[in-house]
């Protein structure tokens, strides 16, 4: 029993924009109810009622949403930075419908995918999975086009992970400035 798109957990999580959707082994989360997630995640509210209970892809799609449950349990107090984004989503999914959010996380994921394959130095895959849940679309693909423009012009090799990673974190950083986003936990 899967849900259609494991990307998008019913809670509004952005499951294919998290790091353990993309960790190897063991620890590796295969996304809102895709193969093993049950071993893995037996007791999720949110998948027994949405998806178990409903047949729903996601919560927003309910015509109860917004429950008591959403209201109180989506990210509200969770230092898993990403879940920042649960309420936004599941808003944008109720305002425009599932497709056209499907198709602009399909996006987010295909710029994760191209960091992670193109800039990942070994220390650099959570802070693009955040980067590409938190800011816009087109602050990603700026911050890319400007990091390239920057690799090519001091002649750096594709090889060179750690420099490619430190000028793109760099230009994602100023993104995130300019969004007024928080890529990183605050320091207490």
């Known amino acids: 029993m899967n849900k259609k798109h ?7 999580l952005d499951c294919g924009l998290c790091p353990r959707f993309y960790t190897d082994g063991a620890s590796r989360c295969p996304g809102c109810c895709g193969e093993v997630f049950f071993a893995k995640h037996p007791s999720c509210p949110f998948v ?19 429950c008591a449950r959403s209201k109180k349990e989506t990210g509200q107090k969770d230092s898993f930075i990403t879940h920042r984004k649960v ?9 425009s ?8 996380q399909a996006r987010r994921i295909a710029i994760l995918e191209n960091m992670l394959q193109q800039y990942d130095d070994g220390r650099s895959k959570s802070y693009y999975c955040i980067a ?7 602050g990603l693909a700026q911050s890319i086009q ?4 920057e690799i090519n012009q001091k002649s750096i090799g594709q090889s060179n992970l750690k420099a490619k990673a430190r000028i793109l974190r760099q230009f994602l950083e100023h993104t995130a400035g ?5 890529l990183k936990l605050r320091k207490a």
Do not use: M, W
Request: glycine residues 6%; charged residues 20%.
């Open 48 to 66: 027994t009622c949405c998806f178990k209970k409903k047949g729903l892809e996601v919560c927003a799609q309910c015509d109860e949403y917004p």
């Open 146 to 149: 400007r990091a390239e423009q």
């Open 97 to 104: 419908g599932l497709e056209p959010f499907l198709q602009q």
């Open 6 to 12: 494991h990307t998008l957990g019913c809670c509004g």
């Open 132 to 138: 590409a849940a938190l800011l816009s679309i087109a």
């Open 87 to 95: 309420l936004h989503n599941l808003a944008a999914i109720r305002e």
């Open 178 to 182: 300019a969004e007024n986003a928080q």
